[in-house]
């Protein structure tokens, strides 16, 4: 007797069970037990299997015939996003790149987070796995020798970013996190184990720093025959790069205009916007001081948003109401970041803010920022997904985020913020408007520094006039901002995504107005918009011509 509603999802099902078995990390992520001990195998060896596996699993999923609308959907996105990893895989790109978001130092540090402590056993685990950290950043630094050896390096920025961040985790970090875990000192082989781990986050920070960082390459673009790929991956799409940049410098144009007009409401007509910047942020009304002040107001402002939308714009399931908030573990990217919850919601959504070290905030530019994390951004968007068993196969719940569709639409739940008079405050409008200005500010950056566009002063961008675009017409504060420009050039394609997302999202909402006219029901569609899960922008407006 089958336990699925077709060839498809069982298919998918068994994708997902093997993955945790290849990944002990990504089974944790998922909630799935029987491997918090362990961590990932980072070799090429061990990445061959997870490819050959993958190829398998498109050939089986290609000779299935879908039962109805729902399971062709599962199969398209299950074949689509699988295809797309293993053309990363075979040309070698997924190997040998990395950024301050996805890489193995930064993957093992924040999967302690989503551990539990509560038991011996659960401690245990958490020293297995600290344990096991030089052997995981062994197998990682196999594979970039291997690579180093065909002639194909990141680039030398990376690699001595990447040695900052082990530096800090290996100068107390696993220490702390230790001490979080056993404030009393009950366990010691706990704090032994965080020790090993620290002496093993500065070895590789050296590795980094004096042997990777010097046989790297210079050039931090990687071109357009390697960009294109990239871009596809993460948003799904056949994109005009060139077209699509020179629409991404329009629009930061119009955004850029509209702060101006935000900063008169603030009486600071003729400033520049980094003064208008300086400004709000030196302002007492929106101040915040301690970082646990900070995650109470993040609390209750997420808890406001959903008694604002739910039953009006959205149907929010009760099960998935609640999204925490928490800091997130230092060394960590500048940017906050949300991670969804486990299958079997025992551990909720949780939305991440690095405080860079500071004990004052100033809200003017979280609160956009926290729609898009938070409700009605990602946490409504992921844990809809979560939920949906009956609609979407275990692969599209779990792990069928496409950037392009899940940045696309947090940036989109900003907009429809903005769009219901959220930010009226002009302080808060200019934070909102610096969070728009700063993905438009991606589109220009990200492909014109990788494909060698121009800048504005007709020189090639790089990474200083990058930052200083961010710096002076996206708002960013100089050590984010710096931040930024080290993600975008070891993460190609990925920065786009939020833009070419949004401007997709809000393009099939008009086109579903004029199509249905009077009858749209904006919170039909937005229910209707999540619960088809997640799938690339193209198939995605694909789908929705559907809706009715």
């Not at 949780?350 to 004052?360: A, E, I, Q």
């Not at 006039?465 to 993600?487: C, H, K, M, T, W």
Request: aromatic share 10%; charged share 25%.
């Amino acid at each position: 007797m089958t336990t699925h509603r077709s060839p498809i999802f069982q298919l998918s099902d068994e994708y997902i069970i093997a993955s945790a078995g290849f990944s002990p990390m990504g089974a944790t992520a998922l909630g799935i037990p029987g491997s918090e001990h362990l961590l990932d195998d980072f070799s090429i060896a061990h990445a061959t299997k997870v490819a050959n596996y993958t190829r398998d699993v498109i050939a089986r999923a290609q000779a299935m015939s879908p039962i109805d609308d729902v399971d062709r959907i599962a199969k398209g996105v299950l074949v689509d996003r699988l295809q797309s990893s293993l053309l990363l895989f075979e040309s070698e790109e997924a190997l040998f790149r990395f950024n301050p978001f996805g890489n193995p130092i930064t993957s093992i540090r924040s999967i302690f987070t989503l551990m539990n402590s509560a038991t011996a056993e659960d401690i245990a685990n958490i020293t297995a796995r600290l344990n096991g950290i030089g052997a995981a950043f062994e197998s990682w630094k196999s594979t970039l020798d291997a690579m180093y050896a065909k002639g194909k390096t990141a680039a030398r920025r990376q690699a001595l970013v990447i040695a900052d961040q082990a530096e800090v985790h290996g100068k107390g970090g696993y220490a702390e996190m230790a001490r979080e875990f056993d404030p009393t000192g009950k366990y010691p082989e706990l704090h032994k184990a965080a020790a090993n781990a620290q002496k093993e986050s500065l070895s590789i920070a050296a590795w980094m720093r004096d042997v990777h960082a010097p046989r790297s390459v210079e050039v931090d673009g990687v071109g357009v025959e390697a960009y294109a790929p990239w871009a596809k991956h993460f948003t799904g799409s056949d994109l005009d790069l060139r077209a699509t940049y020179e629409w991404g410098v329009q629009d930061l144009q119009q955004i850029n205009d509209r702060m101006y007009k935000a900063a008169e409401k603030l009486g600071l007509k003729g400033k520049s916007l980094k003064e208008v910047a300086d400004y709000c942020e030196d302002a007492e009304l929106h101040r915040i001081d301690g970082a646990e002040n900070l995650l109470k107001k993040l609390l209750e402002f997420t808890e406001a948003a959903v008694a604002k939308l739910d039953g009006v714009y959205f149907d929010i399931d009760p099960r998935i109401k609640f999204c925490d908030a928490k800091l997130a573990p230092e060394g960590s990217a500048a940017a906050p970041y949300y991670m969804p919850p486990s299958e079997d919601l025992s551990r909720p959504g949780t939305t991440w803010y690095p405080t860079l070290g500071h004990d004052r905030f100033n809200f003017w530019h979280i609160a956009s920022t926290w729609y898009h994390e938070a409700v009605p951004g990602h946490h409504l968007q992921c844990a809809t997904a979560t939920i949906e068993s009956d609609r979407l196969s275990r692969f599209q719940r779990t792990e069928a985020w496409i950037s392009g569709y899940g940045e696309g639409w947090a940036l989109y739940a900003e907009r429809f913020m903005d769009e219901l008079g959220a930010f009226d405050d002009p302080a808060i409008e200019l934070g909102y408007l610096s969070g728009q200005a700063l993905r438009a500010a991606r589109i220009v950056i990200d492909i014109g520094m990788h494909c060698g566009y121009e800048d504005f002063d007709g020189k090639v961008w790089n990474a200083t006039s990058g930052y200083e675009l961010l710096v002076n017409r996206a708002l960013l504060a100089p050590d984010f901002a710096q931040s930024e420009i080290e993600r975008y050039l070891g993460w190609p394609g990925q920065a786009i995504s939020y833009k070419v997302g949004e401007r997709k999202w809000m393009k099939v909402r008009e086109d579903t107005k004029v199509r249905l006219g009077s009858s749209f029901d904006i919170k039909a569609w937005h229910n209707y918009a999540l619960k088809i899960g997640p799938m690339g922008l193209d198939m995605f407006e694909f789908e929705m011509a559907a809706f009715q």
